[in-house]
């Protein structure tokens, strides 16, 4: 249950939402105007909840686990599960909206949401106005969700806000909203350099999503839409700046997972085909010495 219930619209009007979470959330609305949410917990059934937001906008940092929503008819999967990375996404709602949350039985879910409304971005644009500037122009840009990939300083700010040093509680509160700010600050400025070079870093959202679902086989359309490609572009790029093509990439990932698996003893050699997605035992010992110099099973 909440730590702290706060003033935030989603929990209040919707306590369905609540209940279908186990775990630790807390809520609270600072002094400036800024609400901080964090959560970790684990989604304990299948639900769609309706949830009323007004004119804001929410920066979030998806540290671990899946989060679906749907807003103006436009389905968002976000998906995190490493402790070097983690996903940054903003929802915009330029006028009160509907989004619809997608629950959904045994999913993890470990993350920061920083919301903002009108008066406290014209207040940035005063004292900030690189980062007032740019979520301003995000509102004016109508209802929408961007993301981009975070490194590890967001990640150590968003741990900072998420487990705060043991305090006095007038103390926290003054230390979370100034971590807050400045993980705003960084987290834009990582869009500001992902706008100035497209190319490299929707090429880095690619290989992250192909390392997340390799076990799934992704296909060509779904890297290209997660990058923000067209597959011709994706395709293009890839090869010129990995020296490979991405169906090469994949393969090579597989056949990396399946040496650390066999390396461990986690594996047998016909699992470990199996998992790299070779029909036949011979081609994967084949490909496997061509990549790594020795058939599988003979590496200490």
């Known amino acids: 249950m909440p730590a702290n219930a706060g003033t935030n619209t989603e929990w209040q009007c919707h ?25 970790d917990t684990v989604e304990n059934q299948n639900t769609d909840v309706v949830l009323e937001r007004p004119r804001c906008l929410t920066l ?3 540290l671990e686990g899946e989060m679906e929503f749907t807003l103006r008819g436009q389905r968002h999967h976000l998906q995190a599960n490493d402790r ?7 929802i915009v709602t330029a ?3 509907s989004l619809v949350r997608h629950v959904r039985r045994q999913r993890r879910l470990r993350k920061l949401l920083l919301t903002v409304e009108p008066p406290w971005i014209a207040q940035q644009t005063r004292y900030a106005p690189e980062l007032g500037q740019q979520l301003n122009a995000l509102l004016e840009d109508g209802s929408q969700c961007v993301r981009w990939p975070g490194g590890q300083d967001i990640l150590a700010l968003a741990e900072k806000i998420l487990r705060p040093a043991p305090t006095s509680p007038a103390l926290q509160q003054l ?3 100034y971590h807050a700010v400045e993980l705003l600050e960084k987290a834009f400025r990582l869009r500001e350099m992902e706008q100035n070079q497209p190319g490299k870093l929707a090429l880095e959202r690619a290989r992250r999503y192909i390392e997340l679902h390799l076990d799934s086989q992704p296909s060509l359309e779904s890297i290209a839409a997660h990058a923000g490609l067209s597959v011709s572009s994706l ?4 090869k010129s700046r990995h020296g490979q093509t991405v169906i090469h990439y994949i393969r090579d990932c597989k056949l990396q997972h399946a040496r650390t698996a066999l390396l461990r003893n986690e594996m047998t050699i016909g699992q470990a085909a199996f998992h790299a997605g070779y029909k036949h035992t ?3 010992v084949t490909a496997y ?9 003979t590496e200490n």
């Open 175 to 177: 230390q979370a909203e």
């Open 95 to 97: 006028t009160p909206e």
């Open 282 to 284: 011979s081609n994967f």
């Open 84 to 90: 070097v990375s983690c996903e940054l996404f903003v």
């Open 235 to 238: 395709q293009r790029q890839f």
């Open 15 to 39: 306590p369905a939402l609540a209940r279908a979470v186990t775990g630790r959330f807390t809520l609270d609305r600072h002094r400036t105007g800024i609400f901080i949410h964090t959560t």
């Open 60 to 62: 979030g940092v998806l």
């Open 289 to 297: 010495k061509r990549a790594f110099g020795v058939t599988p099973g």
